[in-house]
């Protein structure tokens, strides 16, 4: 699986942005998808997840009620809608996508064999 994410950019505070990753090599039918950000000096974090069926995902505590991933199999593409952006979500953005996962291992990073580059997301104060 190939993983292009796409989206990043500059934002105000209060903003919003969607992200997509768009995914070639193979179906994503069957494909847990994650996205985790990377802030400047910090650790890789999990943000958002979809299981495999599509039916359920999972955020982190921080962007709850602001963030929605969702997921169009027919055009092989993971979303992440964020609104109400502050300061705090400045990171790089990474898709990430694994056949067969586990519910219990989607927000663990290296649950992940596939990785997309990364999109840049600044939001300004």
């Known amino acids: 699986v190939q993983l292009q994410a796409s989206g990043g950019g500059l934002v105000q505070t209060g903003g919003s942005l969607r992200l997509a990753c768009a995914a070639s090599g193979r179906t994503l039918s069957g494909v847990g998808l994650a996205w985790f950000r990377q802030a400047p000096g910090k650790e890789r974090e999990f943000v958002a997840a979809?299981?495999?069926?599509?039916?359920?995902?999972y955020y982190t505590d921080s962007v709850k009620g602001r963030f929605t991933i969702s997921r169009d199999n027919g055009k092989s593409t993971v979303y992440l809608q964020m609104n109400s952006l502050g300061p705090e979500d400045t990171a790089i953005y990474y898709c990430?996508?694994?056949?067969?996962?586990?519910?219990?291992?989607?927000?663990?990073?290296?649950?992940?064999?596939?990785w997309g580059k990364g999109t840049l997301v600044t939001v300004s104060s």
């Open positions: 979809i299981a495999r069926s599509g039916g359920a995902t």
């Open positions: 990430a996508a694994q056949p067969g996962i586990i519910t219990s291992s989607l927000g663990v990073s290296s649950s992940y064999n596939y």
